[in-house]
């Protein structure tokens, strides 16, 4: 079948009244018209492999870093901190887990943005100078906000997913840790 037979190239003229002589795919000189379907799958399956092949050199989300620790919370107990470790690290801290396929673009970019987002908003490891929204943590995890679903679609991230009862010690140590609640004993804050 070639192009000519395809209704659709008649539609597509209509549309663009301005400039009725350019129709599909840039077709101009005479012959071209003669393209079969399947060689332009074909052309549009190597720009698209050209295309993922081009994202892949984009510097953005290829670094994966992990800054050092310079402070974390003074964690009421050990089991408050793995339980953060496993629900919240990845995106809070500079302890993150970078999975295989955050080397591959486009989901690269996804995760580095989630991570920067993440750690501009609470960072645990540099909680000692900059406790940012730790006060809403609390809050965020009762209301079901955080860790955010679509860190689990698919499988994915299993380990993080915390049971009601594990979610509730959560909170619980988390409230019993100094900066976690409003106000929250860190000693700077109003009057106490
Ligand atoms: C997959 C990455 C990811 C995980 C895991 C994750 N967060 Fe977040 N978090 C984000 C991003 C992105 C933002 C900023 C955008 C937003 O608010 O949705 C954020 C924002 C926050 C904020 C700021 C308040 C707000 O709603 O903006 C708090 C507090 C927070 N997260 C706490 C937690 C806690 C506690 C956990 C673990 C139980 C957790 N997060 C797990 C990505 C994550």
């Known amino acids: ?3 000519d037979d ?3 190239s008649q539609e597509l003229a209509f549309d663009e009244p301005s400039a009725p002589h350019r129709r599909r795919f840039g077709r101009r000189g005479p012959g071209a018209g003669s393209m079969s379907r399947t ?3 074909g052309f549009t399956g190597l720009g698209c492999l050209a295309l993922f092949g081009l994202m892949q050199v984009v510097p953005y989300g290829r670094t994966h870093s992990n800054p050092p620790v310079t402070g974390e919370p003074r964690w009421a107990s050990t089991e408050t901190r793995d339980l953060a470790v496993r629900a919240c690290y990845d995106c809070h801290s500079n302890e993150t887990n970078y999975p295989w396929y955050s080397n591959v673009a486009p989901v690269s970019w996804l995760t580095q943005n989630h991570i920067d987002e993440g750690r501009s908003k609470l960072n645990f ?3 000692a100078t900059n406790p940012g929204e730790a006060e809403e943590a609390v809050e965020v995890l009762a ?3 955080m860790p955010p679903n679509y860190y689990t679609w698919f499988g994915l991230h299993g380990a993080s997913k915390l049971t009601e009862d594990e979610k509730l010690q959560l909170i619980a140590g988390l409230k019993a840790t100094p900066g976690f609640t409003e106000g ?3 000693g700077s804050d109003d009057g106490d």
């Open 184 to 186: 929250g004993g860190r």
């Open 39 to 41: 060689r332009m799958a």
């Open 6 to 8: 395809d209704p659709g």
């Open 1 to 3: 079948m070639t192009i």
């Open 125 to 127: 490891s540099e909680f």
């Open 143 to 145: 209301e079901g906000e």
